[in-house]
């Protein structure tokens, strides 16, 4: 592929990294471990989704919003309180101070300490294995590497419909922006898209104060996740008040008047803000991949190894398509950096069967490996063993009964092919279950370790004593009562 450019002798790197969030950061910290010559260029701001404008500022934005919650439900705690105003500025500084603590982490100075050079700049191919620097400062430069990792993840998708440049819309990129200029959260606020980063929002601004309105044109929220872990947010966020329609397409937009449709049905809904949260797309446009033609029918085309057709450039995190997770694009990073460095000795195939997954509404939805939903797609035998949460002491005690683990194993087998778990904390219960998949540590294996009582986390054991309940060995127990009857007489 490569046959109609010149290759240097020589290279003035052993990796370039363009892209300066959680791949790009991860790729360019291993190679400068491995003691290769590597060089990081970001065009923005060092962090990027994650920090900036993804995980960080929606998940201190949730905080805020719970808080407000839990004082207006404090009744329920016997405790008198109400919520006499939101300080919706001192919210959204929140927003920024939680990210200026964050960010020396993936500062400039922090990975120059580390041994990465860090460019600020735009940076385009102008061969396979030459980048044209466009610094921010105006200085231009170019630099050949014997390898790349393009980590330049992805930017929230549009939809084209009529009238929505007119419509002030804002995304995941812009919101945190325009927010911290109001007095007020929005006071009629639609949501279009009912994924994580619809749903994560849509019940943050509810609390804070905003009349939401979620529109998702599938028939259900949360589409990747257990079906029945969607219909319990759905559920949460109407009881919050926001309104929920699913099944639900978006047609066009007049001013500030959104219509949607339902089986030829239309309904017009006014509102003061929209957000798009309808996905995310790869950045893979302008800064030559197409011309390398790296890029098929609007996709780069990547291996298993995350190596384009031109095995020396690779790529991670959202540009790759994979999953679009900051702990993903780190996982990817470290495939990625270390198939480009030990090429052509060894390399390893991504590998993404323990990556877990959480959606931080109240309460969380946390899954990793399959969904019943997919083991059925893939023709997967599977058997569920269910521990609802209502029955977990931890849960009573503090309130917070909505909820469930569901775990699917093989036919007649304790190993662990995927599990689900809706809970307030369900984000960090998940990380058990992630180690027991990665080691293959079966339910009797997670049985037989203590939890401290009375902890979230024994859901997971008791999950498991629910399978072996559910599979009692009956005649032996049978056998035993003889033996204990006739012991008596
Ligand atoms: C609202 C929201 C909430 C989220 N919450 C979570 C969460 O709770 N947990 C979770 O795991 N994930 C979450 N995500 C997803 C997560 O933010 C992304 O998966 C992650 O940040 C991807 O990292 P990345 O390195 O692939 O890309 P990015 O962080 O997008 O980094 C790419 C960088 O490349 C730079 N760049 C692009 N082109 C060039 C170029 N030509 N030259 C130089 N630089 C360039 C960009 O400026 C950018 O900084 C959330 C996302 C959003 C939008
Ligand atoms: N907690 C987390 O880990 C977290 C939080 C936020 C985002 N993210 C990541 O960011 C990615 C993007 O999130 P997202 O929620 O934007 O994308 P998504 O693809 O998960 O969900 C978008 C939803 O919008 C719907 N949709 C698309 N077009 C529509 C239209 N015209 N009208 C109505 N509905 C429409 C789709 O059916 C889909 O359900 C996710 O894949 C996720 O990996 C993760």
């Keep these: 592929m490569t046959a109609n450019?010149?290759?240097?002798?020589?290279?003035?790197?052993?990796?370039?990294?363009?892209?300066?969030?959680?791949?790009?950061?991860?790729?360019?910290?291993?190679?400068?471990?491995?003691?290769?010559?590597?060089?990081l260029i970001e065009a923005e701001r060092m962090g990027g989704d994650c920090l900036n404008t993804g995980c960080i500022p929606s998940k201190t934005l949730l905080k805020s919003a719970k808080v407000a919650h839990q004082v207006a439900d404090a009744a329920r705690f016997g405790i008198a309180a109400s919520v006499s105003g939101i300080d919706f500025p001192m919210v959204m500084r929140r927003v920024r101070d939680a990210i200026t603590t964050?960010?020396?982490?993936?500062?400039?100075?922090?990975?120059?300490?580390?041994?990465?050079?860090?460019?600020?700049?735009?940076?385009?191919?102008?061969?396979?294995?030459?980048?044209?620097?466009?610094?921010?400062?105006?200085?231009?430069?170019?630099?050949?590497?014997r390898a790349f990792v393009i980590a330049t993840g992805a930017a929230p998708v549009v939809p084209p419909l009529p009238g929505i440049e007119s419509s002030g819309y804002l995304t995941s990129e812009t919101l945190w922006d325009a927010m911290a200029q109001r007095a007020q959260a929005p006071k009629k606020l639609v949501i279009l898209g009912g994924g994580p980063i619809g749903c994560e929002l849509a019940q943050a601004f509810q609390r804070l104060g905003s009349d939401v309105t979620l529109v998702e044109m599938a028939e259900r929220l949360l589409l990747k996740e257990d079906a029945e872990a969607a219909a319990i947010i759905a559920q949460c966020l109407?009881?919050?008040?926001?309104?929920?329609?699913?099944?639900?397409?978006?047609?066009?937009?007049?001013?500030?008047?959104?219509?949607?449709?339902?089986?030829?049905?239309?309904?017009?809904?006014?509102?003061?803000?929209?957000?798009?949260?309808?996905?995310?797309?790869?950045?893979?446009?302008?800064?030559?991949?197409?011309?390398l033609g790296l890029v098929e029918n609007g996709r780069l085309?990547?291996?298993?190894?995350?190596?384009?057709?031109?095995?020396?450039?690779?790529?991670?995190?959202?540009?790759?398509?994979?999953?679009?997770?900051?702990?993903?694009?780190?996982?990817?990073?470290?495939?990625?950096?270390?198939?480009?460095?030990?090429?052509?000795?060894?390399?390893?195939?991504?590998?993404?069967?323990?990556?877990?997954?959480?959606?931080y509404t109240d309460p969380e939805v946390a899954s990793v490996g399959l969904t019943e939903e997919q083991a059925k797609e893939q023709g997967v035998a599977y058997e569920v063993t269910r521990y609802d949460i209502a029955h977990l002491d931890r849960a009573i005690a503090e309130d917070e009964t909505g909820g469930f683990v569901k775990i699917l194993t093989p036919p007649g087998k304790d190993s662990i092919l995927g599990a689900t778990i809706v809970a307030a904390h369900a984000g960090e219960m998940i990380a058990e279950i992630v180690l027991a998949m990665r080691h293959g540590l079966t339910l009797g294996k997670l049985m037989a370790a203590s939890h401290s009582y009375p902890t979230w986390n024994e859901a997971n054991k008791f999950v498991a004593g629910q399978y072996r309940l559910a599979r009692k060995p009956e005649r032996l127990q049978r056998l035993a009562q003889r033996w204990f009857d006739w012991l008596r007489h």
Aim: net charge positive; proline share 4%.
């Design 301 to 359: 085309q990547v291996d298993p190894y995350l190596r384009t057709r031109m095995p020396h450039i690779l790529v991670a995190g959202d540009v790759a398509g994979n999953q679009q997770l900051t702990h993903g694009a780190s996982h990817e990073a470290w495939y990625a950096a270390v198939n480009a460095l030990a090429q052509p000795f060894k390399r390893f195939r991504a590998d993404y069967r323990f990556l877990p997954r959480v959606t």
């Design 238 to 291: 109407q009881q919050d008040g926001v309104r929920v329609l699913t099944g639900h397409k978006a047609v066009r937009f007049d001013g500030k008047i959104l219509t949607v449709e339902k089986g030829g049905e239309h309904t017009t809904l006014a509102f003061d803000d929209i957000i798009i949260a309808t996905g995310r797309r790869a950045r893979i446009t302008g800064f030559g991949l197409e011309e």
């Design 102 to 145: 964050i960010e020396p982490n993936d500062s400039v100075e922090r990975y120059s300490g580390l041994g990465v050079e860090c460019l600020q700049g735009y940076a385009r191919f102008v061969d396979p294995w030459t980048v044209e620097i466009a610094g921010n400062d105006g200085s231009s430069q170019r630099l050949t590497s």
């Design 5 to 39: 450019w010149t290759k240097p002798r020589r290279f003035d790197r052993n990796l370039i990294v363009i892209g300066g969030g959680a791949a790009g950061l991860v790729s360019s910290y291993i190679a400068a471990m491995t003691k290769a010559k590597v060089t």
